[in-house]
């Protein structure tokens, strides 16, 4: 079935996702989060396809999960059926590359999604927030959870306590997006970024993007050890031998992503 809530296209070998519910600012529905989902799982494993991109229209990347959508949800609607957060995880289950390209507001829900990809590229114009408190809530997708590991606690709790937006400027300052940069060269940037990871080695690219996580759910000494694993894992791959040879004679690595 055709989706009805995003863009799908690709760049090459960048699977670019867009956000589309323009009337809503990209509120984040069940078939929306179901369509992202089934996209990013149909990228992932797409041999053709080494990076994913997600992004939204020039004015939200997305305002959250739809406001009208849980109004009425009781306690055992979304404790019992698990409205609103069941289809959330498909994201942390994809291993190649996910890169949010942000521009506009990413609130609530909006600003989850984007921190978990695997890095925000923010245009100017971007603006960041959990402004659940306002609605009597909390930050359900792991806000509370991913933002102080992003910008640590003081910022992260005057944003999930006063629900203030903060803008692209201020979040790089803070890490939460990797580069801000002027909004009409968002795409094109995010794109040469994603292009750049397309022409390494797959397996590398899925064993950095592995231990980078790794780094927030273990301690240093048991991180260390996981990336040591995957380090010397890489020597048996043929890219390894075939990224140092090509340096060792000046010329462009070939990978097979093998
Ligand atoms: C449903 C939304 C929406 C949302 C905007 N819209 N955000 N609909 N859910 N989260 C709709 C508006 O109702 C409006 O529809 C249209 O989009 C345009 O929005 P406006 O408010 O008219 O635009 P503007 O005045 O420019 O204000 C933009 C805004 C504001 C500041 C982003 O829309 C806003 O505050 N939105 C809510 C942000 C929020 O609270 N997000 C957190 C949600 S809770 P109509 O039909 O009137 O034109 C959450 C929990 C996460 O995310 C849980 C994850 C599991």
């Known amino acids: 079935t055709t989706p009805e ?3 799908v296209r690709t760049e090459g070998r960048v699977g670019v996702i867009t956000l589309n519910r323009p009337k809503a600012l990209n509120a984040l529905n069940e078939q929306l989060m179901n369509e992202l989902g089934a996209a990013l799982k149909a990228f992932d494993a797409d041999p053709e396809i080494g990076c994913m991109v997600i992004t939204g ?3 939200a990347f997305a305002a959250g999960a739809d406001i ?4 009425t949800y009781t306690f055992a609607d979304v404790y019992v059926n698990d409205y609103i957060t069941r289809n959330w995880e498909t994201i942390r289950s994809v291993r190649k590359p996910v890169i949010a390209a ?3 507001f990413a609130l609530g829900g909006g600003c989850e999604l984007a921190m978990m990809c695997d890095f925000i590229i923010a245009a100017d114009n ?8 306002k609605l009597g809530i909390i930050p359900g997708a792991g806000g509370t959870q991913r933002l102080p590991r992003a910008v640590g606690k003081a910022k992260a709790m005057d944003l999930a306590l006063t629900g ?5 400027l201020e979040a790089e300052r803070a890490g939460l997006v990797s580069r801000v940069v002027p909004l009409d060269k968002l795409m094109d940037e995010t794109l040469a970024a994603a292009l750049t990871i397309c022409g390494f080695s797959l397996p590398s690219v899925m064993a950095a993007k592995e231990a980078v996580n790794r780094a927030f759910e273990s301690g240093l000494s048991d991180g260390v050890m996981f990336e040591r694993r995957l380090f010397h894992a890489l020597f048996a791959t043929a890219d390894q031998k075939e990224g ?4 060792v004679e000046k010329r462009a690595p070939v990978f097979t992503n093998t």
């Open 5 to 7: 809530m995003i863009l």
């Open 57 to 59: 229209s020039e004015k």
């Open 68 to 71: 009208g959508a849980m109004a």
């Open 102 to 104: 942000v521009s506009g």
């Open 126 to 133: 971007a603006k960041f927030g959990q402004p659940e408190i």
């Open 164 to 168: 203030r937006m903060m803008d692209a």
């Open 244 to 247: 140092m040879a090509a340096f």
